[in-house]
């Protein structure tokens, strides 16, 4: 065997899981397809987040960049502004994060694991993976030089991202339950100066006429910020321009962020991505599991995308270590249904943002008073929580505090 476990991609799952993993005592091998640093979308932490990386022991290493501090999200809509800050939320731990530059986040994380063990090896491509012989996982690799090599471990963790490497390999994806949305982004040196701007916070707005289109505003610690907007399929279609123009365009049609945006340099190409939302038949086979966005992915609006890469991994790591040392593991309940469990809360949050009741909800404060907190909770990424009421039988609750809600 060339190694115990063997990690496909260098993104947050892959890298704190293996440095659990090499905690524990394992010879973890990670192969990642690009050279780091390099881009990646999914700026905007959730406080569980660093309960995570305090397990994995990456805190510090984390701490020490000059990431942009963040303690809650606002929201905006016509004029209307409502914020939540994640210091009162209902589940207690992690009240705070940060808002982080991909490129230089991941790289902490992977250089992190490198240094206490785990060998990573960039610019290798899987491109096969033979899962035959009980014990044994073989996958196939191609380098930067269009070398071809084969590597064994006793198990594969897949942590691909949106590559889905073991998904498209063996057969596993499935649609998503959510329909297909298109994102533009870029990153901009943003001049803000409006006195009443919180740093501290994403901003997320709606536009003034279509509720289902809305933006991100994610302040970097170094002037910078990142901004998006998420559209459904086919709406730009008729927009003329390059990216960036349309973007700018509509980013300057929402009057919030047409106020904050007043100075800013748009200096960077745009980027775009679309139907991004993915799902598997499963999460675990034998010699395999799938970690973060491998696995399911729902959408960005409450950036839970690396709070699921983390828990996967936080919930794999365990997990693998037991099955290495010869004992069972029932992945399908201790895996599978664990992860999906805090998925399928922020399934019906993402639902009920898009048909508008989630954005009721929270425009309208005084029918929301008494769950502001447990709200809260989910947004700083505690889907996990079954103590707060708010994740259980979420979408019966969201619909029920909605029809006492005024329409937006
Ligand atoms: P990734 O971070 O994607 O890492 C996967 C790695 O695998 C990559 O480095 C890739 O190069 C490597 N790889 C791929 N294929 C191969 C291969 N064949 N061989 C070897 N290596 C390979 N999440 C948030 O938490 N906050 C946000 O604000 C947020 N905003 C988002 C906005 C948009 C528009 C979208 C689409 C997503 C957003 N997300 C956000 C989600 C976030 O991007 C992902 O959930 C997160 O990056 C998943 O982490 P990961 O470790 O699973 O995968």
């Not at 476990?5 to 890298?15: E, H, K």
Request: hydrophobic share 40%.
């Amino acid at each position: 065997m060339d190694t115990d476990v063997l990690i496909i991609g260098a993104g947050p799952a892959g890298s704190v899981a293996a440095q659990m993993l090499n905690r524990l005592g394992h010879k973890i091998v990670i192969l990642e397809s690009q050279q780091f640093p390099r881009f990646s979308i999914g700026e905007s932490l959730l406080p569980q987040c660093m309960a995570f990386l305090e397990a994995a022991d990456m805190l510090d290493a984390v701490g020490a960049e000059n990431f942009q501090f963040k303690n809650g999200a606002a929201f905006s809509h016509a004029g209307k502004l409502t914020e939540f800050d994640f210091r009162q939320k209902f589940t207690p731990g992690w009240g705070t994060t940060f808002q982080v530059p991909r490129g230089r986040f991941d790289q902490v994380l992977a250089d992190t694991a490198e240094r206490s063990g785990v060998t990573v090896h960039y610019r290798h491509k899987i491109v096969g993976a033979d899962f035959q012989m009980p014990g044994q996982a073989r996958l196939t690799s191609v380098d930067a030089d269009g070398i071809t090599r084969e590597w064994t471990a006793r198990m594969v963790l897949d942590a691909s991202g949106f590559g889905r490497v073991l998904p498209r390999l063996l057969d596993l994806e499935t649609p998503s339950s959510l329909p297909a949305r298109q994102a533009l982004f870029t990153h901009i040196e943003d001049r803000i100066t409006t006195e009443n701007y919180d740093r501290d916070k994403i901003l997320i707005a709606i536009h003034p006429e279509h509720h289902h289109i809305w933006y991100w505003l994610i302040p970097f610690g170094n002037g910078r910020s990142s901004l998006g907007v998420v559209l459904p399929q086919g709406f730009l279609d008729a927009r003329q321009g390059s990216p960036l123009e349309i973007l700018r365009g509509l980013a300057f049609e929402e009057p919030r962020l047409a106020e904050l945006l007043a100075n800013s340099c748009f200096d960077t190409p745009a980027n775009q991505i679309g139907g991004y939302s993915a799902n598997v038949s499963r999460l675990a086979g034998d010699g395999f599991a799938l970690l973060g966005n491998a696995g399911e992915f729902l959408d960005p609006v409450f950036s839970s995308g690396v709070t699921i890469a983390l828990k996967s991994a936080a919930l794999a790591a365990p997990l693998v270590d037991k099955q290495l040392r010869g004992q069972t593991v029932d992945w399908q309940t201790d895996y599978e249904h664990a992860l999906r469990k805090g998925i399928e809360v922020f399934r019906a949050y993402v639902e009920a943002w898009y048909d508008g009741r989630f954005q009721r909800i929270i425009f309208e404060p005084s029918q929301l008073v008494s769950v502001k907190a447990m709200v809260c909770s989910i947004l700083a990424g505690y889907a996990w929580d079954e103590t707060n009421p708010m994740t259980q039988r979420c979408g019966k609750r969201i619909a029920a505090i909605a029809d006492i809600c005024p329409p937006l």
